[in-house]
């Protein structure tokens, strides 16, 4: 692979697992606080 392929796909895996870990945590606040589940469809629909 060349050097721009492997930087690219170091920054697609970087990207994909901190989007893990934030849907984690938001996951997990979730479940702490009920309230919040509203918000986060909202904003899942402005995308």
Partial sequence: MNPEASGLADFLLSFYSLNYLLNHATNLVQQRCPQLK?????MNENI
């Fill in 38 to 42: 509203k918000k986060k469809n909202n």
